[in-house]
């Protein structure tokens, strides 16, 4: 029997925050268990960023966020199979990372995306912007998002 439309694979995009960690947690507690899940951890490419420069070294670093991604995923995956998703980690770069979040779910054909929210306000919203809300508002998909604790 084909699985359900409700049952279908739930892309978890995960950083190893407290409040990642949180999403999923909630997600066990809302959706079915026993379902797919993709533990997607992304990361910025150095050479994204103004300060990086034409410097030779960055592609060790690059190589040493890419291990250190892959990590953080599988902590994340771990997590999920824990709560009861079966669940597998994916580490990527790009940017925006809303955007690669986006992208993930649609290649997975994910049914939901679950991800924490870091609560920013004031100035750091202004800077660092909200991934979370950036995902809601480019995807057709649901989107839940579980805010940090106080």
Same mark, same amino acid.
């Given at each position: 029997?084909?699985?359900?439309?409700? *049952?279908?694979?739930?892309? !978890?995009?995960?950083?190893? #925050?407290?409040?990642?960690?949180?999403?999923?947690?909630?997600?066990?507690?809302?959706?079915?268990?026993?379902?797919?899940? %993709?533990?997607?951890? @992304?990361?910025?490419? $150095?050479?994204?960023?103004? !300060?990086?420069?034409?410097?030779?070294?960055?592609? @060790?670093?690059? *190589?040493? !966020?890419?291990?250190?991604?892959?990590?953080?995923?599988?902590?994340?995956?771990?997590?999920?199979?824990? @709560?009861? !998703? *079966?669940?597998?980690?994916?580490?990527? #770069?790009?940017?925006?990372?809303?955007?690669?979040?986006? #992208?993930?779910?649609?290649?997975?054909?994910?049914? %939901?995306?679950?991800?924490? #929210?870091?609560?920013?306000?004031?100035?750091? $919203?202004? $800077?660092?912007?909200? @991934?979370?809300?950036?995902?809601?508002?480019?995807?057709?998909?649901?989107? $839940?998002?579980?805010?940090?604790?106080?």
């Amino acid at each position: 029997m084909p699985p359900r439309a409700s *049952d279908g694979p739930v892309l !978890f995009a995960y950083d190893g #925050s407290d409040p990642a960690k949180g999403a999923i947690r909630e997600a066990a507690r809302q959706l079915s268990s026993g379902r797919p899940g %993709i533990v997607l951890t @992304v990361w910025e490419p $150095l050479a994204a960023h103004p !300060f990086a420069g034409e410097a030779a070294a960055w592609g @060790v670093l690059e *190589d040493d !966020f890419e291990e250190e991604a892959g990590k953080v995923a599988e902590e994340g995956a771990r997590l999920a199979r824990s @709560v009861g !998703f *079966d669940a597998m980690p994916r580490a990527q #770069s790009g940017i925006p990372v809303w955007e690669c979040i986006v #992208s993930s779910a649609a290649d997975h054909d994910a049914e %939901i995306v679950v991800m924490g #929210s870091h609560g920013r306000t004031g100035i750091g $919203l202004v $800077l660092m912007g909200s @991934v979370a809300a950036a995902v809601s508002r480019h995807t057709r998909r649901p989107v $839940l998002i579980v805010h940090a604790s106080d």
